[in-house]
């Protein structure tokens, strides 16, 4: 496969979340030939503006780069032990969307939380909300950083070997994924 696209969704809108420099960082070991990191800077759900308006630019937007990418890396924070309202806004946008743009599409989910646990919840919950979506999320192997806000250096790598290996295995398992 030439030409890959590989599409970054960070359930933080923060310019300097961890949840982004992870997904950062998987792209560099990911090497897509593209990677694009989505906007979910959107409008909250409402069935009726979305009655009366119909779906937001923004949101179709996000929809075909999803249909586009090859591979889907999504990274969420751990908010009351779930995913980030921002990701699950965005989910439940996608969904009215025409088409099936997460059908078959290869996704692999990480987190990056201040808490021991790293996110580990989050990513449980966020697989749930993906099922109705039947992308093929792969499970493991599982990426939760732990007291991410200590685990970047001045660049935005990550500074443990063991983070870094797994975060490697899960982007080769990502790509094997998408060529299979």
Sequence with gaps: MSDITL???????RKDATNRKLLQEAARLFA????????LNLPLYDGDAEAADGIPSKVQHLADQIAAADAVIISTPEYNKGPSGVLKNALDWVSRTDGAPWQDKPVAV???AAGRAGGERAQSVLRSFMVPFQPRILQGPEVHLTGSGSQFDDQGRLTSDQYLATLERLMQRLRQEMER
């Design 7 to 13: 599409l970054g969704i960070s359930g933080s809108l």
């Design 32 to 39: 897509p030939d593209h990677y694009v990191e989505a906007d």
């Design 110 to 112: 990480m987190s990056a």
